[in-house]
C-alpha cells in the first residue's frame, strides 16, 4: 500500500483543463471521455488514501512506546515521490562486525549497499529489486561463501549474489537468475537447513503463490531447483524463516500472518496467528508488510512486523501461540520519524560499541529533512532501544 501525497490539488486541475479543451470529432470525444475517467478514478484514490492517512496518524495516539533513530541511510536514487525504497538486508560480518553491511533494494533500480551509519558504499543498477535476503556458509568452489538473493521484477526472478565481505561490496555480476512463475515476484527470503545442510530461497507473488527454490552447487555454478509450491488466500510480501524451529512466517497483506513448516518435504498446511488479525487486535491495521526475527538465544526471540495501517511495528513471542507482546513507533529526534514502512530487518548480533544488541533496520516511505521531501531511505535503529519495552 502506498499513500499519494498532495496529488488532489493537481488531479483537480488537471480535469479543469480537460473539461475546457475545444469539442473534436467523435474519436477525440471518446477519447476524452476516457481521461476524465482516469483522472476521476485517480482524483478518487487520492481522496481514500488521503483519509487512510489522516487515520493512521490519529492510530498513533494509541502506542506509547516511542524511539528515534540513530542513523539513516543515504536517499535512494528515484524520482522525487516514487515509492522506490523498499526491503533492506543485514549481513554480519563475523570477523569485523563493525564492518558489517546494510544492503536496501531500490525496487526502481537496483541495490543499494550502506555501512551501519547508513552512508552509501555500492549502488548496484541490477533492475527493479523488490525484496532481499542473505543467507551464510554456501559451499561454493571449495570455499564456503555468503550469499544475496533478491526478487527482480525487471526480469521476474531470484537473483543470487555474492557478498565480498572483505572489501564490503557484492560481486555486481549474479551467480544465477532464478526465473519464477508466481505473479510478479515480490516477498523473498532465505532459509538454511541445517539438518539436511540445504539452502533455500522463498519467494512469493501478488496472486498468493510462493515457491520454495533450492540452491546447488552444480560443477562451480549456482542453479536453482524448484523444492515446492503452495498458495496463501491473498497477496502475501514480506516472509521471513526462524531457523531454529524451522519455521516460515508470511505476511498475507489485509489478513494476518501465516506459519509453515520451511522444510522442504513438509506439508504445506499453516496456522494462522490469531493474534496478528484486526478482529482480534487493535492494534493491528492493514496492510502487514515486513517481517522479521530478533533470535537472542535459541530459546528466546521475537517476531516483529511492520504494519502500515498505523505506522507501528508489532511484536510477537517465538512460542508455539506466538503471543503478541506490544507495538512501538519510530518518531522525530536526530533523524525524522519513520510512516508507511514496507520491509524491515532486525539482527540480536554485537556490532559495534554503538549496537551492542544488533539493530533495526526499516525502510522509511516519507523520509524528510527539515519538513521537506525527500527520496525514500531506510532508519537504523540500536536494538537496546526497543528491548526497553520487553522487560
Keep these: 500500500m502506498q499513500f499519494i501525497n498532495l496529488t ?108 551501519l551509519q547508513g552512508n552509501e558504499l555500492q549502488f548496484i543498477p541490477i533492475g527493479k529489486m523488490n525484496n532481499a535476503d542473505v543467507s551464510y556458509n554456501f559451499a561454493y568452489k571449495g570455499q564456503q561463501v555468503d550469499l544475496l538473493a533478491g526478487s527482480n521484477r525487471t526480469s521476474q526472478s531470484i537473483d543470487v549474489l555474492l557478498i565480498d565481505g572483505a572489501n564490503q561490496k557484492i560481486i555486481e555480476k549474479p551467480l544465477c537468475s532464478i526465473p519464477s512463475s508466481v505473479d510478479d515476484v515480490y516477498g523473498l527470503c532465505m532459509y538454511f537447513d541445517a539438518v539436511a545442510n540445504k539452502h533455500y530461497v522463498f519467494v512469493n507473488g501478488k496472486n498468493g503463490k510462493i515457491e520454495q527454490w533450492l540452491l546447488k552447487n552444480d560443477n562451480d555454478s549456482i542453479k536453482g531447483e524448484l523444492a515446492r509450491s503452495f498458495w496463501v488466500s491473498s497477496q502475501p510480501e514480506g516472509m521471513v524463516v526462524d531457523h531454529v524451529t524451522n519455521t516460515l512466517f508470511v505476511g498475507v497483506e489485509e489478513d494476518a500472518i501465516y506459519k509453515f513448516k520451511a522444510q522442504a518435504q513438509a506439508d504445506t498446511s499453516s496456522i494462522r496467528l490469531t493474534a496478528s488479525c484486526n478482529a482480534n487486535n487493535a492494534h493491528i491495521s492493514y496492510d502487514i508488510e515486513g517481517l522479521t ?47 508507511e514502512t514496507d520491509g524491515i530487518d532486525a539482527n540480536a548480533s554485537l556490532m559495534g560499541p554503538k549496537f551492542p544488541k544488533g539493530m533495526l533496520v526499516v525502510q522509511d516511505g516519507f523520509n524528510k529533512d527539515k519538513k521537506e521531501n525527500q527520496n525514500q531511505n531506510f532508519k537504523i535503529i540500536s536494538f537496546e532501544r526497543i528491548l526497553q519495552f520487553l522487560q
Design 293 to 339: 526475527i530478533y533470535r537472542i538465544s535459541d530459546t528466546k526471540g521475537y517476531l516483529l512486523a511492520s504494519i502500515q495501517g498505523n505506522f507501528s511495528y508489532a511484536i510477537f513471542d517465538l512460542s508455539e501461540k506466538n503471543n503478541y507482546i506490544t507495538s512501538f513507533i519510530i518518531k522525530d529526534g536526530v533523524f525524522d520519524g519513520v510512516e
Design 8 to 115: 488532489t490539488l493537481f488531479i483537480a486541475a488537471a480535469s479543469i483543463l480537460s473539461s475546457c479543451q475545444p469539442k473534436g470529432n467523435q474519436n477525440n470525444n471518446s477519447e476524452a471521455e476516457r481521461d476524465n475517467t482516469a483522472i476521476l478514478e485517480k482524483n478518487k484514490e487520492a481522496r481514500d488514501d488521503s483519509l487512510k492517512l489522516t487515520e493512521a496518524y490519529a492510530l498513533q495516539a494509541q502506542f506509547s512506546n516511542i524511539v528515534s533513530a540513530d542513523y539513516e541511510t543515504t536517499p535512494v536514487k528515484s524520482n522525487l515521490g516514487d515509492d522506490a525504497a523498499d526491503d533492506p538486508a543485514i549481513w554480519i560480518n563475523k570477523i569485523h562486525p563493525e564492518k558489517s553491511m546494510i544492503i536496501g533494494t531500490n525496487k526502481k533500480a537496483g541495490l543499494n549497499v550502506y555501512d
